[in-house]
């Protein structure tokens, strides 16, 4: 009886610098072939890295929670998240149900099973990622305190059910994914995302375009970004 193939999913976050993805798209496939896997899902979306909407990740994770996937094949690391916070968040929601993540060009790893490797990776995620929320809290207080005291408002306001940039912080360092922290804060998930991107825009954790800009995020299937079964 035939060994059944694993499932893997292709995702690659193209960037506003980078408009041809031929050679990711190429090496992607190239990978999953090598490894015997069965690609059931390719995702490429085009997104700048400041923004946390991408539906093209959402529908990877969505499929992984449903149990259509058993591994996930990216790039490099910085594809799957836009900061240390996020890209932890999103190795935790893999690894919960039961998925591995291999990112190609750094021959990382983490295998859904516990071994010494994976958990190694994780752990000092989770220690940067913890030093970056710290970060962000405190930058994030001590720039609400200068605007007050220059009697400034910065930025879009927060409505009164906003959630604080730090607690958002908190949650996604723990793991807690956009629907649970907005339970949990009784926020909706896009007040939590623009307190976040609030918190890490204040903080410096990520770069800045040289002028304010906004992003359009679109998502484009490459071949067909429908599950085969």
Known sequence: MAQRRLRAALYH??????????????????????????VVLEVEETASGRGSVRPGLDRILTAAQRGQLDVVLVQRLDRWGRSTLDLLANL?????????FVAIAQGLEVRAQHDAVSDLTLTVLAAVAEFE?????ERTLDG?????RAGKKLGRPLSKSAPPPERVAALRAAGRTWPEIARRLRCTESSARRAFDRGLSKSGARSAPSRPSRMRSSTRAAGSDRLRR
């Open 144 to 148: 609400l305190a200068a605007a007050r």
């Open 92 to 100: 935790r929601r893999l690894r919960s149900a039961g998925v591995a």
């Open 133 to 137: 929320r710290a970060v962000i809290v």
């Open 13 to 38: 976050r193209v960037s506003t610098r980078e408009q041809n993805p031929r050679l990711a798209r190429r090496e992607l496939r190239a990978a999953a072939a090598v490894r015997g896997l069965r």
